[in-house]
């Protein structure tokens, strides 16, 4: 086996030296087959291209950081020109503007137990070039200014020199990222877009925006990971139009994972703290695992099994783009401290997306064995289709729902506009009329085994549906504090 030690090609390890050069060139000489060994050290780096063939072994000790363009001499790797990207953010856009970035590579890997430190990295980037606009942001930021939204979304051009990513993939196989720990790593700690054959596992992720994004993916496994992600997405898989053309997600595995909304820093430290109040989308602390929003193509034959959730958003299953959802299987899920829906399932009209872009489907999904606990009383768990347009063939069996209560009648009279052309978020409809489970244009629905409890008396009705055919409800035992 060849092995290259990135001290033999000039890094020092000093925190102090710029050493991307010398563990770039370290990885182009094992290109084809090889390790390249990252001793104990801190190394200060700008982006480093991966090549096909090559195992990255940061050992114990060796910390990889993100320099920062405004402090240290050096800059990221320009994002690529590919035009105007109308239908997906700059984030979602680009991947050479990244810490590590490969385009095609095979058989790569980088492997711990080390950490990547994503401290000069940016979290900021533009939205989309999309003429519509409607559906863009979460409706909870209706009433931020637009110097508070130009904050988080600079242009274009501020970007350039900047890093975003920390881990950024586009296409490829093979690929494995096992055994090290993230912090603090910009808009994405890892985005995979269109790669096949991708392994993640045993990493710990602490960061500021997105933890793992899969993006196109397929033939994916994520298992044994720990991604603490307050201000956004933990697991999120999604089909953008990001490569050119619509790509499928499927035969995607998430498995034995805990996603949490701590406040930034403190899974890794071990504290766990809940001080945050509020996401930058002004809504409560994000974690969690979703499909969508970005749901161009066919979400298809994923699992997600044996998670936990802390302190943060449920499960959102979210297609509002013109692609579809089926054969998803979620099981053996554990939440507590839930900020927002337990279950989060919703078809949407934003179509962000080219012109023909139609209202997708979202049908055959299984829920099965959920325990939820400690859930926000505004948001019940949430099925929403459209007039029209119905979520089909959902099945819900042993599903445990305990909520905080408090619900007002003023609440139980509510009736959620459609919100058709919405962002997807759970708080999208306001407080709703039920506490326990909500649903509204749907069809095909099985419910076996839901068992919802309040801790305190709440004056809405536990179950309220709306246009909805073809259900079919046993076991649903009720408590009420």
């Given amino acids: 086996m060849r092995i290259a030690d990135v001290r033999a090609h000039g890094a020092r390890g000093d925190g102090v030296a710029i050493d991307s050069p010398a563990i770039a060139a370290a990885i182009a000489a094992m290109a084809g087959g090889g390790t390249v060994l990252i001793p104990p050290g801190r190394y200060l780096c700008f982006s480093m291209r991966l090549h096909g063939g090559v195992t990255i072994l940061l050992q114990a000790g060796a910390v990889i950081v993100a320099a920062d363009p405004a402090r240290h001499p050096g800059r990221y790797d320009d994002p690529e020109d590919r035009g105007a990207q109308l239908y997906q953010d700059f984030g979602h856009s680009h991947w050479r503007n990244s810490l590590f970035w490969g385009e095609d590579v095979r058989h790569v890997a980088i492997t711990g137990p080390g950490l990547i430190d994503g401290e000069g ?130 035969d995607i595995t998430i498995r034995h994972c805990t996603v949490s909304g701590y406040d930034p820093g403190t899974l890794l430290d071990g504290t766990c703290y809940t001080t945050l109040q509020l996401a930058p989308d002004r809504d409560r602390p994000t974690g969690r695992i979703k499909l969508g929003t970005e749901s161009n193509g066919a979400f298809r034959r994923i699992r997600i099994q044996h998670c936990r959730f802390h302190h943060c958003r449920g499960l959102a299953l979210e297609v509002v783009d013109g692609g579809s959802i089926e054969d998803v299987v979620a099981e053996d899920l554990w939440m507590d401290d839930v900020t927002t829906a337990p279950l989060f399932l919703r078809l949407g009209d934003r179509r962000r997306g080219p012109p023909g872009t139609g209202i997708g489907t979202l049908r055959g999904v299984t829920i099965r064995r959920v325990v939820a606990t400690g859930i926000d009383p505004r948001f019940a768990a949430t099925i929403a289709g459209l007039a029209g347009h119905p979520v089909d063939d959902i099945r819900l069996h042993d599903i445990s729902l305990t909520y905080a209560g408090g619900g007002t009648p003023a609440d139980a009279a509510r009736r959620p506009p459609e919100m058709a052309r919405a962002y997807p978020e759970p708080s999208m409809f306001g407080i709703l009329p039920a506490w326990g489970l909500w649903v509204r244009h749907a069809r095909g629905l099985s419910i076996d085994g839901l068992h919802l409890a309040v801790a305190t008396p709440d004056a809405r009705c536990p179950i309220v549906t709306e246009h909805v055919r073809d259900v079919a409800i046993r076991r649903t035992p009720l408590w009420h504090g």
């Fill in 121 to 250: 990295l940016t979290r900021d980037g533009p939205g989309a070039r999309w003429s519509a606009q409607v559906g863009e942001r979460p409706v909870s930021m209706d009433g931020m200014t637009a110097a508070q939204i130009a904050a988080l979304e600079p242009e274009a051009a501020a970007m350039r020199g900047q890093g975003n990513k920390a881990i950024a993939l586009r296409g490829g196989r093979d690929i494995r990222l096992s055994g090290f720990s993230m912090a603090r790593c910009g808009h994405f700690a890892i985005l995979a877009t269109g790669t096949h054959g991708l392994h993640i596992d045993h990493l710990t992720i602490d960061t500021d925006r997105d933890g793992i994004d899969l993006d196109g993916v397929s033939d994916t496994l994520v298992e044994h990971c720990r991604v603490n992600t307050p201000n956004d997405d933990a697991i999120v898989v999604k089909t953008s139009l990001a490569l050119g053309s619509v790509r499928p997600a499927q």
